[in-house]
């Protein structure tokens, strides 16, 4: 184990390394392209064991993910935002093949007009797609985590494709220290892809031709069996890289100071790791509240959110608009809830294409709900 | 050599959801008899996407990735390059899409997969329309044909999609016709040998989509020949050579017969028939045609 100081998206080029990737397909945009200039880099020096396309597009990129994870291939790619969409219908074709590609999104707004900066519109679009999604909120969680992906997709019982997803130039470009393990411990814990199918032409099968009514719902229901699996095993790698590695971020969620408290708040990403602050802060002055930081998003850790309603009100924070209703997770939380227990759910809007959010804010927020003066849901940073 | 010496193996089986008689199959068949059991298909959103039987059952010998419409090319270079690196070695990757997915939608991803060096075969079976979803126009439509979206006739000329791929530089180019699978099975075994990606196209008259009788497959596909609308030609090393009838046609040892043949044989073109004869836009044709002879000739 050695400390690196580095960025997160060259810590992200560092865990595909790691991983013994055999294709990486990617094409570069802001603010993700410091991934695939590292991994170039990689290639270049010899220091890559695979191949790396380099496509003309974001959804040629996930296309040739999916040929490649089909002939049994271990296989990355990067992208955010504008990326991100393009490659829609695609990420819809590997879930559904149920290939365990890994893909690094560093959430950034979408346009127009254009934004360059953090804001979680561009992954939680992508909800429905099958992928399984992590949030990260250090870059030592954007190692482990892209590393533990890989094992968590090709799990016999999982195989689903997973994004791991960071805000942008928050984590992107900012060096921060990570522990790095040796690469025999990485082997250890990450053994070669076992593949359940493939593009065989000793066992030729066709893939994803005509599927009729009566059989496509069983497709549907094995990719909910899947994500239902991933649960369990989400938290069996979290503990697992504990054991080896010292180093835990949580399972589904990462619970900080939510023993005995009156309220929890809930958000994702980097806004995760400043509500650790404010927690700090709101405790100084005496609140009872905790965090609890959503690390996977799909699957949505419902359980683990209702347990925390049994004793607590929950305030959520979204860095995402579902434009019409409210923020995504403000959504799935309450929907969670529903006929479980009777909780009272707080929720805000804040951070979105890049502004600013500090510990401050995440507290003036709190404190308002806990003052009894919450006034509604709104975007914090309009009418906040 | 002839067509009873092709291989007997068959990497089409029974079962197949196609019509009888379909040019589809017809071609697929020569292809995969010259491709043989190392060959790896991607296949994107097109009439052999439907043909290929239901799940979970196939028509096909040869494992088979099916892909979206746009994103064949692109899955192709994946596949070509997990097998580079899992070291799995002389398997034929091989592109099977229609003039739809190859100059429209599929055009980008075929571009970047060329520029890219990919060691696969793309091969466009052109049938000059979207048939698939029915009969609409396509970049591949000639000039003055009916299609369900083009009801009057097709108000613009077909794309040179050989001259965009011949652009990329690529190792290996060919068109063939259904109607010479000789020529096709000669095609395809030559492409085999080589690395890199080789591109040939096969025009295939479809009887629904250009309306006539489906006993006239292979002569309205001979004619489209004959009469110069069709070229079969090589591109390999820069330079191009032409074969069979289109030789002749270019060497000036036969005259092209009359476009109005080719024309008259398809209900599509009746347009220009009936009611009465549709003087300037036969010429437009002819022209057309001509014009691409004399670029062929500067050419060679």
Known sequence: MRIVVDTGNHIAAKAVQMARVDVVAAYPITPQTTIVERIAEYVEKGEFHGDYICVESEHSAMSACIGASAVGARTFTATSSHGLLLMHEMLHWAALARLPIVMANVNRAIGPGWNIWSDQNDSISQRDT?????????????????????????????????????????????????????????????????????????????????????DYPKIRRAMQEAHENAHGIIKEISREWEERFGIYHGELLELYKCDDVDYVLLSMGALGAESKVAVDEMRKKGRKIGLARVRVLRPFPKKEVIELARHSDLIVIDRNISVGMEGALFTEIKASLYGEVDAKVYGYIAGLGGKDVTFKDISKMCERVMDGKYGGYMIFDVEG | MAIKDLPKEEYVLPGSAACPGCPATIALRTVLKALGKRTILVIPAWWTAVIQSWYPH???????????????????????????????????????????????????????????????????????????????????????????????????????????????????????????????????????????????????????????????????????????????????NGKMSFNGFSKLILEGKVKRKPIEEWLKMQGRFRNLFKPKRDEERIRRIEEFIERMWEDFRSKV
């Open chain 1, 130 to 214: 099958g992928w399984i999604q992590f949030y990260c909120s250090s870059n030592q969680e954007i190692f482990d985590t892209i590393i533990q992906a890989f094992k968590l997709g090709e799990h016999e019982k999982v195989q689903l494709p997973v994004m791991v997803n960071y805000d942008g130039f928050i984590l992107s470009h900012t060096s921060l220290p990570v522990k790095i393990p040796e690469q025999e411990e990485i082997d250890e814990f990450l053994p070669k892809r076992k593949i359940k199918w493939k593009l065989d032409i000793n066992n030729p099968i066709t893939h994803g031709n005509i599927i009729m009514p009566n």
């Open chain 2, 58 to 236: 196939t028509s096909f010998k040869v494992p088979i990735l099916n892909i979206a419409f746009e994103a064949a090319a692109a899955a192709a270079s994946g596949v070509s390059s997990g097998l580079k690196v899992l070291g799995e070695k002389d398997i034929n990757v091989v592109v099977w899409a229609g003039d739809g997915g190859t100059y429209d939608i599929g055009i980008q991803a075929l571009s970047g997969a060329l520029e890219r060096n990919t060691d696969f075969i793309y091969i466009c079976y052109n049938n000059q329309i979207y048939s698939n979803t029915g009969i609409q126009r396509s970049g591949a439509t000639p000039y003055a044909a009916w299609t369900t979206t083009t009801v009057g006739g097709k108000r613009e000329f077909n794309k040179d999609m050989g001259a965009i791929v011949m652009a990329h530089r690529i190792p290996y180019v060919a068109t063939a016709c259904i109607s010479y699978p000789e020529d096709l099975y000669k095609k395809v075994m030559k492409a085999k040998e080589i690395r890199g990606p080789k591109y040939i196209e096969i025009l295939t008259p479809c009887p629904p989509g250009w309306r006539f009788s489906m006993d006239k497959t292979v002569e309205v596909g001979r004619l489209a020949v004959e009469t110069g609308a069709w070229p079969l030609y090589e591109y390999e």
